[in-house]
C-alpha cells in the first residue's frame, strides 16, 4: 500500500518580512518625491542611474503582496543593499547638494540599511529555524 504524500510548500514571507517591503516602498516613494525628482530636474542623466533601484521599487511592491519566496525576497533585499550604496556613492558625487538634500540622503540611507538588516536577518532566522527542524526531526 503507497501513502500519499503532499508536496512541501515553498516558504512565503512572512507578515513581517511583508511590513519590511512595505516600509521599503514607502521610504523610497518619500526618497523619489523629496530627492529623485528635483534632482532628476537638475540632472536629466541621474534617471539613468535610478534605473535599477526603480526595479526593485517594483520587486518591493511585489513582496509586499506576499507572493514571493523567501528565496527570491533574500537576494531582493541583497540587490537593495548594493543599490543603497551604489547609490549613496552617486550621491557624493553631486556638486553642491543642499542641507536639506544631505539630510534626506542621511535619513533615507540608515532607514534603508536598518530595513535590509532586518529582513535579511529575519529571513536567515526563518531559514535556521526551519532547517533545524528538519534535522531534528531526520535524525
Do not use: C, N
Amino acid at each position: 500500500m503507497s501513502s500519499i504524500h503532499p508536496l512541501p510548500v515553498p516558504a512565503k514571507l512572512s507578515k513581517l518580512g511583508r511590513g519590511l517591503a512595505a516600509a521599503q516602498v514607502l521610504k523610497e516613494t518619500v526618497t523619489l518625491l523629496f530627492l529623485g525628482v528635483p534632482l532628476v530636474r537638475e540632472e536629466p542623466i541621474i534617471l539613468v542611474s535610478a534605473l535599477p533601484g526603480l526595479v526593485l521599487y517594483l520587486l518591493h511592491w511585489q513582496m509586499w503582496r506576499g507572493r514571493v519566496r523567501w528565496r527570491y525576497a533574500a537576494a531582493v533585499w541583497a540587490f537593495t543593499l548594493l543599490d543603497e550604496l551604489w547609490g549613496w556613492v552617486l550621491f557624493q558625487e553631486l556638486d553642491d547638494p543642499t542641507r536639506g538634500q544631505v539630510r534626506l540622503l542621511h535619513w533615507s540611507y540608515f532607514v534603508g540599511l536598518g530595513l535590509i538588516a532586518l529582513a535579511l536577518g529575519e529571513i536567515g532566522w526563518r531559514f535556521r529555524r526551519k532547517r533545524g527542524k528538519r534535522l531534528r526531526k531526520s535524525a
